[in-house]
């Protein structure tokens, strides 16, 4: 009882240290401090990069617009330097649209008049107005705290050409602490004017919508509606953009190739007199390629010296150094505009995948690490080395999971939480196997000495992690022993006499049943109770318990002679055998309590000890101890049976020896019993078959070999019954015992 006491406190203790690392590793404030935060930005980075690239690069709706070095040195002087006239602009989307382009997003910030000409402004303003597909960049003023958003700008947002239709697109992005932009801004809040601004991504898809962007995005709880399509919000502010691949991932065509038409020349084209066109040759200009109808096109520099770039969470595959990861601005922009087409976003995993993963993680490693340390390997380090080992491996598993859950569901899941949660399992499960050991030691030796041989009552002292105490089902196999005879014994014989007899049966059965590894489990007139694989695990259960009803009989042959001389009546041993699963612990009051077996397992053991009765046998095991003895010892199948309670059949087994280094009986009688056992069985199965005739022909060939062979006759007789009274057509060969 203070076994079943110290346990529960140690699942008490148990269960508060789950709960209370469950809190900590599932609580927000922890999961946001900077270095842990890091860490899991970091493998996500690491996922998308493992991805690789999401879509060939024709299937892409984006196509970029760069204004290269190329671009510039193609123009012709004086207009080959940066910036470039704003002419060209309207003439990039007048060209675009001859070609069938859906939006144009220009992703520049015109905050001063053109340098060249007033006339260039005018002409890419009235441009903007005549197409209506146009949207242009702005941007808001961030002050030294990064989240903080001021309009400086006044009302055109840094952008001259704001009110040539009222689309504007805010460009200010928020990288993370560690300057990868991971998050994006569906819209900013202007405080001048009052109102939320579209994100120059959400605004372009506004146009590609024919939407409204200010009334059609709004914030709900955990996502943001746009259009009708809900995209999952990773911040209360941001989304994750899941970039389709690194830099270069959209198809890049120059400014120069779009501008170059019949009636623009080219510096190339003045210098060589040749009139190329790219754009609109009737062979081969893109004018007529339809690359571009239907298309996203975003105008941006793709040249570093302007420095809009960002280092974003995805590198190529073959440059992982710390500028493999930079993309330019508009690539950005075309990333977060696909990931809206293709409704293809990436969600936080749910706080219950996060609870569950470190629940199953903290049970796992507490049991893992627990059972490590009951190894109790020759060197203590081993143990613990082992153990870190398994730490290693879970967590990779764990990164592997998580990999997996991102490339198939597109959930984030962070991985430091659950990762702390092992470690710290790790930790506590070392101080709770501590605590747990210092008591159980003091009181095993006192409780178990009455069931146990010596020598495993000291193994569970110096092993107590091997022990299995109350309230658990296990698959165990039990023993029931009897007299045969002993009431008319008992009843025939002086008390002290009978005392003297039973206390000598009980020490010698109880020295086979310690030796064979088995519980001793209760004395009851003359019969005995024991089990095995429990409190000590048994592997061979099955095995043992056989072992020791054999040498049980053995003993009893040897004593019954000198025993049967003084009482004047023969005796014998009756045993049943039955494997399954069983309650197994200490039951009882509070002062008084016994170790012991109960379950419909149990009880089947105690009906085929009776059963003996039916067939003149000794040792009854039912199937399910033969399928796992069979081949070390030597049985006969009875029959096929239903106990007396039940509806189910059981096959049953006369055990007889051991298959080697027989016990009972020689070699030549196991020769004979081999041969004896080959016989009964044809005739067994012409009795199944209700040829009972034949059966019977069977049958009476073992009494070539043993004429008083008992469960024989009981065949014989039923053979004839069936003769004078045929069994039912359903009738399959099950004898229903009606033997408590």
């Keep these: 009882m203070k076994l079943k006491i110290l346990k529960t406190k140690y699942h008490l203790l148990s269960s508060l240290l789950i709960a209370t690392f469950i809190f900590v590793f599932t609580n927000e404030n922890l999961i946001n401090l900077k270095p842990l935060r890091s860490i899991d930005q970091r493998i996500i980075d690491s996922y998308l990069t493992r991805r690789g690239t999401q879509l060939p690069i024709d299937s892409l709706d984006v196509i970029i617009l760069g204004i290269s070095n190329e671009t510039i040195q193609e123009l012709p002087q004086p207009y080959n330097t940066w910036p470039i006239p704003r002419n060209l602009y309207a003439k990039a989307i007048e060209n675009l649209n001859r070609a069938g382009v859906r939006v144009i997003g220009i992703d520049l910030l015109f905050d001063e008049k053109d340098k060249y000409s007033n006339l260039n402004d005018s002409l890419l303003f009235n441009t903007i107005k005549k197409y209506k597909n146009v949207v242009v960049a702005g941007k808001l003023e961030q002050t030294d705290w990064r989240y903080e958003i001021k309009n400086l700008n006044g009302t055109n947002y840094g952008n001259l050409f704001y009110t040539a239709d009222s689309s504007i697109g805010i460009v200010n992005v928020l990288p993370d602490e560690d300057g990868v932009l991971r998050n994006y801004v569906p819209f900013f809040h202007d405080p001048v004017s009052d109102r939320l601004l579209p994100s120059f991504s959400f605004s372009v898809m506004s146009k590609f919508f024919k939407t409204d962007s200010k009334r059609e995005l709004r914030k709900k709880d955990n996502y943001f509606e746009f259009s009708g399509i809900k995209i999952p919000a990773f911040t209360s502010n941001t989304i994750f953009i899941n970039y389709y691949g690194p830099s270069g991932t959209f198809k890049q065509i120059n400014l120069i190739d779009v501008i170059d038409d019949e009636n623009f020349k080219t510096r190339t084209e003045i210098e060589t007199g040749e009139d190329i066109n790219i754009f609109d040759d009737k062979e081969s200009g893109l004018l007529y390629s339809e690359l571009f109808k239907d298309k996203i096109v975003l105008i941006g520099s793709v040249e570093p010296e302007d420095k809009d770039l960002f280092p974003v969470s995805i590198h190529p595959e073959e440059d992982e150094s710390i500028s493999g990861n930079l993309m330019y601005g508009v690539e950005v922009h075309a990333n977060v505009i696909q990931m809206i087409m293709d409704q293809n976003f990436l969600r936080r995993g749910s706080f219950l995948i996060r609870f569950i993963t470190i629940f199953i993680l903290i049970i796992t490693g507490l049991n893992l690490f627990a059972k490590v340390r009951a190894l109790k390997l020759k060197f203590d380090f081993l143990a613990e080395l082992i153990n870190l080992i398994i730490v290693l491996v879970i967590l990779y598993l764990l990164y592997e999971l998580y990999f997996y859950l991102f490339i198939k569901y597109n959930s984030i899941n962070l991985f430091v939480p659950p990762a702390l949660g092992m470690v710290s399992a790790y930790f506590g499960s070392a101080i709770v196997d501590f605590l747990k050991e210092r008591k159980q030691k003091i009181l095993i030796k006192g409780m178990f000495s009455q069931y146990l041989n010596p020598e495993l009552v000291d193994e569970l002292v110096n092993h107590p992690e091997r022990l299995t105490l109350g309230g658990v089902r296990k698959n165990m196999t039990v023993l029931f022993s009897d007299l045969a005879n002993f009431t008319t014994i008992s009843e025939k014989t002086e008390p002290e006499v009978l ?38 695990d048994d592997e061979k259960h099955q095995y043992n318990a056989s072992l020791a009803a054999l040498k049980m009989k053995k003993k009893v042959n040897e004593l019954k002679g000198y025993w049967s001389s003084i009482v004047g009546f023969d005796f014998s041993i009756r045993v049943g055998i039955n494997s399954g699963e069983m309650i197994v612990g200490n039951m009882g009051g509070k002062k008084k309590f016994d170790y012991t077996v109960i379950g419909d397992n149990v009880n089947l053991a ?37 106990v007396k309670g039940k509806t189910v059949p059981v096959k049953i087994f006369q055990l007889i020896d051991l298959e080697k280094q027989s016990i009972i009986y020689s070699a030549d009688q196991i020769r004979n019993l081999k041969k004896l056992i080959e016989y009964f069985e044809s005739g067994l199965n012409f009795y199944r078959e209700k040829n009972f005739l034949r059966a019977i022909e069977e049958f009476e060939k073992v009494f070539l070999i043993e004429p008083d062979d008992k469960p024989t006759k009981v065949f014989i007789d039923r053979c004839f019954d069936f003769l004078n009274s045929p069994p039912p057509d359903d009738w399959y060969g099950v004898f229903e015992s009606k033997i408590k």
């Design 606 to 642: 105690s009906r085929l000890e009776t059963i003996n009765k039916v067939y003149g046998t000794d040792i009854i095991i039912s199937e399910f101890v033969y399928e796992k003895i069979k081949n070390d010892f030597i049985a006969r199948e009875l029959d096929l049976i239903i």
């Design 499 to 536: 005392v003297e007899m039973l206390n000598k049966y009980f020490d010698e059965m109880t020295e086979i049943i310690f030796e064979t590894k088995g519980t001793l489990d209760k004395f009851e007139g003359d019969a005995i109770m024991a089990f095995w694989n429990a409190p000590i």
